[in-house]
């Protein structure tokens, strides 16, 4: 299921989740809990992400207590542009009733 | 829990494994992935994590593109040892069973040890192509001399044909050699079949550096090499496809026909790395046009010739034992490369006999031809005029872009 920009329900649940607040950056494990997805499913969007210059990733400077530094993510000023076109897209009355539920819970609060 | 301890190992077996398959610009999100597991709950959760990280990861890897090269490779790798597999009655058939697995694990792990310690490949399909070139030569050798090697230690089951084989193993007579009719009087030692490895490892180790990034090696300097190598291959493939020896190359140009061509052979021998490594400085530019430092333009040129030589002997070889493999098993070659004249069984015998013993040049032209590239390109490319640097050229070289 892809909308018409080419983005699955899941990407865009992920961009919902990025889109929330678009300066901060957001680590796997968090974004992972925010949008349900599994590891394998949360990295591939993430690198198609990244590789389509829609997302940047970096690394934490200094690792936390316990714990290796960690890898974050957040939207590119691109990505944010198509991610905004896409989630009002998504939302849009015009699309199928499927695609809207499987992204609605993802889309809710996203100023389109 | 400590079946759950040994899930996780077993998963960050596989991660390590999966990483492998990764191209350079994919390590981070391995790294990041398993990174990550700790922040998840241990216990079924953190092991479901890493699951998936790994098969992200894997999926990653095996990109279509990827998967069908892996599959290309896995093909003619097996097409390649199971032509080679000798059978166990060859004299230390153990050997070469060694040797043919040996070479298609080197085959297939080198390029994944070039990636991590050179990065990779150039970009542009010479680089590519160059690698699946000399990927498919190394794997023609393989038959080619396990075939020969296995025939030239087979003695005759005709008590007529033992003369001409005991002369061939280098004795003065019938007497000295008495192997069993039939069967094998031996094989490849071991530390033959070492050096052949060692020799395996360094034709591949050298190409695939000299076609990685790290390397800087120009997509023209590859493209002149590659042209010099494959026309010098084939001027010394068509002087002696059956061997080098002259009562072995006979059937195919014989008498003044081949001179020519003999001649053309050396003129390249020597002269094809120097002119390769002129036309490589002359020709090396960095990305966009930009002008290299003296040294960088004499390297190129170096690389040229050392590669337009290395690529010669590895073509030569391969066709050439194939050639020779291949007459072996069926007679009607060495018939035709006979313009159809009659031979007699004997004589039929002496050519075999020859053309397998002879085999062994190929083996120092594997190692020589490279060593006399590497000298003739450096004169080449010391005595190039370059002219006076221009500003420009005193800069650094600028980073091949990704």
Known sequence: MTSALGFSAQTLSVLAV?????????????????????????????????????????????PGSGRPRRHLYRLTAAGLASASVALGSAARPTTTKARTAAVRGAVVGVAP | ???????????????????????????????????????????LTRLAWRAGGVWAI???????????????????????????????????????????????LLLATLPLLARRFFGAPSPGRAGRSLRVLCCAAILALLPGLT?????????????????????????????????????????????GEIALLLMTIAYAGVILFLTSRRSQVTRSTLAIATTTGLLFGVVMYAVAPLGIGRGASDPWLPGSTADPLVALAWILLVGGPAAAAVLAVRRARGPGGAALPRNVRIG????????????????????GTGTVALMLRSTWLL?????????????????????????????FMLIWFPVIGLIMSALGAACTPLGRPAPEELAPVPATPG
């Open chain 2, 58 to 104: 894997a999926r990653e890897g095996l990109m279509p593109r990827r998967l069908g090269r892996v599959a290309l490779f896995a093909a003619a790798a097996g097409a390649a040892a199971w032509a080679a597999w000798p059978q166990p009655a060859v004299g230390h058939a153990g050997v070469s069973q060694f040797h043919v697995i040996a070479t298609v």
């Open chain 2, 147 to 191: 075939i020969v090697e296995a025939f030239a230690n087979l003695t005759p089951a005709q008590p007529a044909y033992k003369y001409t084989y005991c002369i061939a193993q280098g004795w003065s007579n019938a007497q000295g050699c008495n192997g069993a009719p039939g069967q094998s009087t031996g094989g490849p030692p071991w530390q």
């Open chain 2, 335 to 363: 018939h035709w490369l006979n313009h159809g004249h009659y031979l007699t069984a004997i004589a039929a015998y002496r050519y075999q006999t020859n053309a397998s013993s002879d085999a062994v040049v190929y083996l």
């Open chain 1, 18 to 62: 990025l889109c929330d607040q678009p300066s901060q950056w957001q680590y796997g494990y968090a974004l992972a809990k925010q949008t349900a997805l599994k590891s394998g499913t949360l990295y591939a969007i993430l690198i198609r992400l990244a590789d389509r210059g829609m997302a940047e990733a970096c690394w934490q400077d200094e």
């Open chain 2, 300 to 319: 190129q040129g170096i690389a040229a010739g050392v590669l337009a030589n290395g690529i010669a002997a590895l073509f030569t070889s391969a066709l």
């Open chain 2, 1 to 43: 829990m400590n079946k759950l301890n040994k899930l996780n190992q077993v998963a960050a077996a596989a991660r390590r494994a999966a990483a492998w398959l990764l191209p350079a610009g994919r390590w981070d999100w391995a790294v990041a992935i398993w990174a990550e597991a700790h922040e998840v709950p241990p216990g």
